[in-house]
């Protein structure tokens, strides 16, 4: 199966989560070729950086893997995970969440430790981040063009980061605001002033509009013909993609199809 994928030129990369190998599709002439690599984990995050890709491994691994795509060369760099976490972390199939690509630095929360690990990704080295006055694991980090908005994996916390100064400037309690105090959220998005963060144990996606600071949840099921599995289950993914035209796509974990918000705000 290939879960995840990623476009350079006219060549398509699909990721594969049960063996260790890249799919590419030549989308000209649909010619396919497998790439093989070594054995590493089984699930990756991905981010490019001019014409290399990275796969970093969600799960323990002592390496992550780095693909060139116009030479073909695959090159494997150490991971910090063990010195980092400071536990034993064999056998953890899930420590550290999205990527968030910011210039020649790839920036991810942990779900287990209480800090950011960031890579350069023109020197191949690791460094690890505590956030000042943020004491939880992460979900996901996000990038709005001048902060980072980071989400707590156990509470319904986010926070606004500046990076530079290591400061918090905002914290938002959502699962308070949003009138639900037990709730969590997969991920978070961004796009043109504002985050989309969808519920964990539920079919609401609460949207952050950055300039006008509101708060706003829209119930998906409302959407005619749309279906979650379970009443109260996680209705959505972690998947969020935005399209050309500013569309927001929501990909279904338990239920029926994709749900999409146009640019005008319609739902479908």
Known sequence: LYIKSIAYKKNIYFISDKMNRILKLDTITNKKKVISFKDIAMDYELASYGTKLFLFPIGYSEQLVCYDFECGEINYFPTNYRSELNQNVWGEAYIFGGTAVVGEYCYRGSYLGLGIQRFNMKTGKFESIKIDGFNHPI????????YFWILSCRNGQIIRWDQNRNKVLLSI???????KPSMVYTSCAYNNGTLYIPEKQGSCILELKLKENMLLSYDYTQIPMFKAKYENGQVFSEFIK?????????????????????????LH
């Open 242 to 266: 935005i399209g050309p035209a500013g569309e927001m796509y929501f990909f279904p974990y338990r239920s029926n199809g994709i749900a999409i918000k146009s640019e005008n705000g319609i």
């Open 139 to 146: 979900r996901n980090i996000v990038f709005d063009g001048e």
């Open 173 to 179: 309690d959502l699962a308070k605001e949003s009138g």
